[in-house]
Structures are given as structure tokens and as C-alpha cells.
């Protein structure tokens, strides 16, 4: 089975858990979270195996020396929603909070899904620039820690929707689907958690990628459209946690500012490559 048909059984596994965890919120049915559960867990593995595939497949082309597959935009996407689903597994590890699952899962869903439909899945051989392991390691932090900002906005819309049910602001149990969401300030504590994990991750992205950047380009900041917009990602989070730690920054304040960040995230992966001229243009 090739990787592009192991992504495609990914893709399904992932709408599959998604709509299960919607239904999770709607019936509160146990059996509909651990199905749930099951299918995110063997959709991560099945994508482990993809990407394993992919690789091995680098090695198959002309000329091929064989690479990690995180070189262009659709190889790119799908390591993202790796990452997603990734870092949801350890936090359901930790707190086992499935109504999570139905506002992290859809990112990789419709990450996976953009990939399969509108991307170019062929496998070239490495430009230049990126035949260097810097590649590798600027992608895997950069990318770990776009997924936990990832998961930190989907805990921090579940608090928006939740205070806003509460109608005098408290912890007090509501109805509805929101009532099988946790406590607000355990969702409170999710995002803090969570940017907690992604900024260092950010933090050594960017220092990976002075380093391949002069490794390639012979400088370490060249304000190449991608590297002015990390930096302005890295003080978006970088305000959120001194707000916090040193005026207590917590709640709607807290969520509001996770949601920008990781709106800026997107753009700053996204938005600059498809945008914004630069010497990021190959990641398009």
C-alpha cells in the first residue's frame, strides 16, 4: 500500500472520530467516547506508518538519496495533523477529557483533508536549500509547537462557549452539549498547559532555522517575510505567558489572546508561503 493510500485511510479514520466525538457531546454515551478514542489512536498510528512509508519512498525516485518527508507544502500539512493528533493523545493520556477530542480533532481532519484534495503529493528530489538535516530539525519543533498552539485554541473556544452558558460566570454546571465540557477552569488550565509545551518548541524552531538559514544562505535573519511574521508569533505567545505568570493573566483574557495566536500561527505557515514573496517560496 503506497503512503497517498494510507493518508486517504488516515483522512477517514479522522472524520470518522470527529463526527464521534460531536456525537459524544450530544449523547454523553461512554461507548461513543472510547469508539472515538479507538479510531484517533489507530488513525495516529496509520499516519506514523504513512509518513514511514513516504520516506521510505523518497528513496524509490530517480536520483533519490532518500529524505524526511517534510520538504514541500502537502508533506508539510500532513506532518502538521500528525502533530495535532499527537499532541491530543498526550493530553488525553494526562486529564482523559474526550469532549477536547471534538474541537482538536477537526484541525487534523481538515488538514488531512485540504492535503488530499488540493495539494501535489509528488515526491521530488530535494533543492538546494533543503538538503541539510537542519530540515528535519526546524520542521519538528516548529511544527510540535504549532500543534499545541493548535490544541490550546481549541480548549480556549470550548471556554469561550462555556462562560458564555454560564450565566453568572462560575463553574456551575449547564445543560446542553456544553455540559459535557470540562470545568472552565480546567480548560483554562488545558490552554496555559499547552502554550507552555508549544513556545519553547517555537523558541527552538526559530533558532533551528537561523542556523539552516546560514547554513544555507550564509546568514542567521534575513527578515524574510516568514521569519518577521515567527517572531511576531513568538511575541504574541511570549506576551500571553508573561501576562499570565506576572499579572495573572487567566480566563477569557487568556483565550481571546490563545485564539489571535494561533491565527497568526496559521497565516505565518500558511498565509506567507501562499501570499507573501520570499526565500520560503519553495515551501509553496
Known amino acids: 500500500m503506497s503512503s497517498g493510500q494510507l ?21 454523553r454515551s461512554a461507548v461513543v467516547a472510547k469508539l472515538a478514542t479507538v479510531l484517533t489512536y489507530a488513525g495516529f498510528i496509520a499516519h506514523t506508518a504513512a509518513i514511514g ?6 528513496y524509490q525516485i530517480p536520483g533519490g538519496a532518500g529524505y524526511a518527508p517534510l520538504s514541500n507544502l502537502y508533506e508539510s500539512v500532513v506532518f502538521f495533523a500528525w502533530t495535532i493528533v499527537l499532541i491530543y493523545i498526550l493530553i488525553d493520556l494526562k486529564y482523559n477529557q474526550k469532549a477536547v477530542g471534538a474541537f482538536v480533532i477537526p484541525f487534523a481532519f481538515l488538514g488531512m483533508t485540504w492535503a488530499q ?12 536549500a533543503l538538503q541539510s538535516n537542519w530540515l528535519t530539525y526546524h520542521v519538528i519543533t516548529c511544527f510540535l509547537g504549532y500543534a499545541a498552539f493548535a490544541v490550546a485554541c481549541g480548549v480556549s473556544i470550548m471556554y469561550l462557549i462555556k462562560v458564555g452558558k454560564e450565566k453568572d460566570g462560575s463553574n456551575a454546571p449547564v445543560g446542553g452539549l456544553v455540559g459535557i465540557f470540562p470545568s472552565a ?7 496555559y498547559k499547552a502554550i507552555m509545551i508549544g513556545f519553547p518548541l517555537l523558541s527552538l524552531g526559530i533558532i533551528t532555522g537561523a542556523a539552516w538559514a546560514n547554513y544555507a544562505w550564509g546568514t542567521y535573519w534575513s527578515w524574510d517575510p516568514k521569519e518577521t511574521w515567527s517572531l511576531i508569533v513568538w511575541f ?11 499579572r495573572g493573566w ?13 491565527i497568526a500561527t496559521i497565516f505565518c505557515y500558511l498565509g506567507v508561503n501562499l501570499l507573501l514573496a520570499g526565500l520560503h517560496s519553495y515551501g509553496s
Open 117 to 128: 484534495l488540493r495539494l501535489d503529493d509528488a515526491i521530488a528530489p530535494l533543492v538546494p
Open 185 to 191: 477552569k480546567i480548560l483554562d488550565d488545558l490552554n
Open 53 to 58: 512509508t513516504r520516506w521510505y519512498e523518497t
Open 236 to 246: 504574541i505567545y511570549a506576551a500571553f505567558l508573561h501576562a499570565r505568570i506576572t
Open 7 to 27: 493518508f486517504n485511510l488516515v483522512t477517514i479514520g479522522y472524520f470518522a472520530a470527529m463526527v464521534l466525538f460531536i456525537t459524544f457531546l450530544a449523547t
Open 250 to 262: 487567566a480566563g477569557r483574557k487568556a483565550a481571546i489572546l490563545s485564539i489571535i495566536g494561533f
